[in-house]
């Protein structure tokens, strides 16, 4: 049987399976907190992606957005199934090259490149960079010409579209700290410098209008507003694009009040609007990159928690607190992000009560649940948290200097460790005495 609409079953002891795994035997053998990924079902949501593109017939890139979740083996299952990658930092590319990740199939992000960054890329030739700002274009106008090298790029512009998402995760929109704004004139002065750079090859657009968004009407937008521009710059500087890269944030689902749509849904009619404003411009059909990351490898994913203490608070609230918390999953505290979960040594039990499940940070806010249903429950029960495989790892902290979890990866019912839990000594690794 099904789990609360997640795509997990439930065995015959009444355990929580993942992968074809009892999520209890994973547990008692790995320790927890613990982040559990099902592999066959990230492959599934990257093949949508990259095979709905094949249908339709349409020259394409699929950049899997690392920043979702980056480890070396998350990158090479990413190597694996032919898609691209798109890094934001020196640790993100860093961990790509430990992958052995074709450096001609990464993209690099960020609104504040240092020339760390930029020199780092430039010298492992990475397929391309996406110019956020006037100062990266000194800064990349700079190595370019110490080091005699050419580079391709994508201009990032924002286009003002607001997309029905998170304030924090809002990122098209006019007031954003990423991009050139089409509405105030940055963008044509950026194409200016870009077009007629003798050693950058402006490539084509970039924008990313926000992130967990669950309708295709912003995306379509957004589109038509891109093309307004181009149709301008076709006029005055004979311009088009060979790439318009239309950025991720294609909505999961974390609770039963989310709605997403197929992924495929998101392909087609972002196709269909590219296609439409090709046509009526008469020009060549740019290549379209994407950029999912919490799409592939988010509802992949689960958080197992061993239960310690509860409290019950008559008339106000019941709580059971758990091994883990903010520190492995930030998002509840810092978006007021809801997550659904079960008892997962209990999963076929009727729900009794209500729980607010609190971690075990000294933080009053390091509350992962709040009115969960669940049955009776003893110590040492497991809590399987649903969705967590985007920004959990990735996010984590050692806040309190708790060790960061062990992550790992369940394919033809076989577990393997891919990240090894933190020891106390790794916590202090980099401490240095005073004495």
Known sequence: MLINH?????????????????????????????????????????????????????????AYASKAFSTIAMLQVAKQENLYLDVVSEGELYTALKAEFPTDRIHLHGNNKSIEELTMAIDHNIGCIVVDNFHEIDLLTRILQEKNKKADVLMRVTPGVESHTHDYIMTGNEDSKFGFNLQNGQAEAAFKQLNQHEAIHLKGLHCHIGSQIFETEGFVRTT?????????????????????????????????????LPYDTYVKDLVKAVEHHVSKLNIAMPEIWLEPGRSIVGEAGITLYTIGSMKEIPGVRNYISVDGGMTDNIRPALYQAKYDAVIANRANKPVTREVTVAGKACESGDQLIKDLP????????????????????????????FTNPAVVFIEDKKDKLVVRRETYEDVVRNDLSYE
Not at 6 to 24: S, Y
């Open 374 to 401: 669940i049955p009776e429950v003893e110590s040492g029960d497991i809590l399987a948290v649903f969705s967590t495989g985007a920004y959990g790892y990735s996010m984590a902290s050692h806040y309190n200097r």
């Open 6 to 62: 997640h795509p997990f079953q439930v065995n015959q002891h009444g355990h929580l399976e993942i992968g074809g795994l009892d999520t209890i035997m994973l547990a008692e053998k790995y320790g927890t907190p613990l982040y559990v990924y099902d592999v066959a079902m990230i492959r599934k949501n990257a093949r949508t992606f990259v095979h709905t593109f094949k249908e339709l017939g349409v020259k394409a890139k699929v």
């Open 224 to 260: 038509d507003i891109l093309f307004n521009t181009l149709a301008d710059w076709k006029e005055k500087y004979d311009y088009t694009p060979s790439v318009l890269n239309l950025g991720g944030g294609y909505g999961i689902r974390y609770t039963a009040e989310d709605k997403p």
